[in-house]
């Protein structure tokens, strides 16, 4: 069985919008079990989505249609659908009903446009849409074939795909198989060292499959399995999960949607630790991605940008001597601003980063991306001398995702000891 | 004449990856006056790949295929190409031998695989590839059409495309209508207000159109222009952008691809003025935005970013009483911010921000999302309070756009008053 999908909207063929709904349902399918072999784009242009929507069903199973059903004169994809199945459109009471609602409770009038939106092919079941005015429909045709129709807003149409069209596919087509994805990030380590460490594990294991996949600063290990029961699929990724983990270690920072920042919190939440951040070329990022995450002030209490060498010394107790020796770029200074940090904001934990970002300031001795990160805390200070190649931008994000990691593996490290 | 555009991956079928090279494609050619009807997208399978190449052939003049030219077994464009178009596949010497090159510049052996990627379909144009190893191909076929073929990696195909391919078309295709967009970007203001501000002309200007994208915390104003003449084009669009400066005025705060964060950095080295950030809700997302700047040293001091209460008062002097009498969140609060600020960095400009970002800590009298912000000047201090309804990252960045933009109009009306 395959499905096709097809994207309807002139605003794509100009490419001024990215067509994200045709990869959201691609991936909303593959993960249901469906295969997709064919993706159409096509403009609001009554022939060619004709003959795409022909076309489609000449050659695929499931149809599924996004765009062209909202109230303009431009939104012709029901029209188009009622004449390739040859059936009429009916006005559909439930349907006018629930847009007259719709209008009223914003104290609004209904335009004689909206009611367009009630016109149904006949023999089609209709979507209710919580998010909007337009209907999703979920037509059966000849042959056991299916044409789907959603709305091209995303926030409209995505809620509609998972739960209203991909049960009733699955139900329809008996699909068993189900695919599941589990994602486990990993931080400060390079992807030809990661391939070192389990490629052979990456390479050897087919069900899940293992996909490696680089971010700026961090690296997605994407295990993908493929299995009729839950718990057989669950059971699979744990196993994996659990062999990767004995390898890397600490080196894995967290699982799925959550980001490095979130983990850095909750790990200080958890141990009741405080912490201060006194930043240079990083230049506010730490400070940001640290309180991004709601209830951040339990544990972040201040934070210095210090770009030029007095507010080091002024806000930091920098020695100038110590700039001057060593120059603003060196391991003494970013230890002298994690403790000075730590002592001013009187904190359990103090981050001192001090380097290049570039494009200009470097040198042959210190050249751009050379960056230095400091922890200071009850039991002293460590410091780490790194070296990034981006621009400044790349560099910058990726010297907070260093600084942060340096934190997170400093509370883990100290939360795996009390246990052990 | 029509263009088709066909994407190669089974990654885009899964929906693993977002097919950002349809809509570049789709949007270069539009630029270069060359109209989209079709877009089709199949995996890595001879059979589909042919299928949809004849079929674009049928319907289109210029096809244009990213995808599948790598080195590896998946990699099926060239061969079904010179299948469809019953040419034989020949050795290209130049080809083979800038591969060898590029892997002996690297000190590395080339593989068999590399090799294939130099058999060529007779009669093709071969497009130098300058970031990889992959190729692009430029064949004329009968009845005057053309088929493109370019690598899917997007760093490889852009330069290629903008430098080798749209050249080419637009001399065989004699296309001498070029479309022109020039965006106006907007701050501190609805869209509801900017529609009554320029709806009218927005509506009535045919050529140049215009078009409202609304963005957070700015609006950018797309106006497109299609003409023969680079001339006519640019005094179109600067006859319209005069008009809509009549009427927005300081609002405007730049053109196409500049940040608000540069024109605040290009301002500040022009006045030679310098500037400091005590920011609370914002979390140091002012002053990372301003250090994103090459060159942002000249004129960002320092920033401070005081989340505690305690921090708001070792830090700032702010008052403790002020801060029991009004609250954290308060204009008087923000004000004390930014003079307590611009003293101990002895700037020339200094801001405060106090709010709540949210989702925690809002009441009925002080609403997640009531912000304040303060700017510090010789000439005194000034302060707004805004209302955000986004959720936590959002309100942040509405914050900062908001904080940003005040220091924007300072340094504006200044220069302006001093011009008049």
Known sequence: MGAEILTIGTELLLGQIVDTNAAYVAETLAAAGIDVYWKTTVGDNEGRIGEAMRQALSRSEIVIATGGLGPTEDDLTCRVIATVLARPLVLDQTVLESIRRRFADRG??????????ALIPEGATVLPNLRGTAPGLFIPVRDGRVVVAMPGVPLEMRP?????VI?????????????RSRILKISGITESQLDEAIGDLARSSLNPTVALLAHPGEIHIRLTVKTESHEDGERRLDDLEARLRERLGALLYGRDGER????????????????????SCTGGLVCHRLTNRPGSSAYFVQGEVVYSDQAKEDRLGVSHELIVRHGAVSRAVAEAMACGMRDAARTDLAL???GIAGPGGGSAEKPVGLTYIAVASA????????????DREINKLLASQAALDMVRQCLQSRRDAAQA
Chains 1, 2 share one sequence.
């Not at 609004?108 to 939106?117: D, F, I, V, W, Y």
């Not at 596919?169 to 699909?175: A, S």
């Not at 490095?260 to 930043?279: M, S």
């Open 108 to 117: 609004l009038a209904m335009s004689r446009n909206n009611e367009r939106q």
């Open 160 to 164: 509609m795909l998972t739960e209203q």
């Open 167 to 179: 049960p009733r596919l699955r139900e329809r087509f008996e699909v068993s198989a189900r695919i």
């Open 260 to 279: 490095l920042e979130e983990v850095v919190g909750r790990l200080l939440v958890d141990a009741k630790q405080t912490v201060a951040v006194a930043e």
């Open 352 to 354: 001192g980063i001090t």
């Open 379 to 390: 039991e002293g200070v460590i410091c780490r001398e790194l070296r990034f190649l981006g």
